[in-house]
Every structure is written in structure tokens, then in C-alpha cells.
């Protein structure tokens, strides 16, 4: 029903920039949040940033200063601007949309197919 399309991921060098976007197609009514993730070889999945309905934002200590989470709510497309980024930050980059479609009683989580990230020195 609803199919999430990631984009922007790349190799960059240390202290470069990257901007990420996804965009949600199908049959959504709203969307409660939108979020990114990202996963390392050998790593848990961890959260990156976080934008509930109301607009407020929220990061993990390691994205705060650096990386900036928005949204263009008409085009259900949330985007990741990525500054001065480190060879840690080194992943696969997935987003998660929690959304009611016209038909669903409850909510519905979906993920993004990930786009992976490569920072070198």
C-alpha cells in the first residue's frame, strides 16, 4: 500500500556535507512521524533524528549541531542535512514513517530500503 523511496546517499570526505531525502507513495492519510536510522557493519540499528506531527525534532547526542531533520509535509518527503560529518558516521541510512492510511484502524510503521553513506579521511 505504501512504498518509501530513499535518495542523496554517497562517499563523501570528513568534514563534507550530504542531504538525504525519502518520500512515501500510496494511499496516506496522515502521517504521525517521521524518522532516520542508520546501521554500521557489525552495529545495532540506532536512531539518528526524529520529527513528530507538531513539528518538534529530536536527536541522539552524537546528530545534535550536525545534523538537522525537515520536512515538505505537501510532497510526504522528510529529508537528513548532514554537516560536518566523520568517518563514524559511516552506514546504511534507512527512514520509518508511522502513518494512518485511508483504510487503517492504527497506526502503520514502513521503512525505507536504506542508502548507504561512506565518509573517508
Known amino acids: 500500500q505504501v512504498q518509501l523511496a530513499e535518495f542523496g546517499g554517497g562517499s563523501v570526505q570528513a568534514g563534507e556535507s550530504l542531504r538525504l531525502s525519502c518520500k512515501a507513495s500510496?494511499?496516506?492519510?496522515?502521517?504521525?512521524?517521521m524518522a532516520w536510522f542508520r546501521q554500521a557493519p557489525g552495529k545495532e540499528r540506532e536512531s539518528v533524528a526524529l520529527i513528530l506531527r507538531d513539528g518538534n525534532t529530536h536527536y541522539p547526542a552524537f546528530a545534535k549541531g550536525r545534523f538537522t531533520i525537515s520536512r515538505d509535509s505537501a510532497k510526504n518527503t522528510v529529508y537528513l542535512q548532514m554537516n560536518g560529518l566523520r568517518p563514524e558516521d559511516t552506514a546504511v541510512y534507512y527512514c520509518?514513517?508511522?502513518?494512518?492510511?485511508?483504510?487503517?484502524?492504527?497506526?502503520?510503521?514502513?521503512w525505507g530500503q536504506g542508502t548507504r553513506v561512506t565518509v573517508s579521511t
Open positions: 520509518r514513517m508511522e502513518l494512518y492510511t485511508y483504510s487503517s484502524h492504527s497506526p502503520e510503521t514502513y
Open positions: 500510496g494511499d496516506i492519510f496522515v502521517i504521525n512521524s
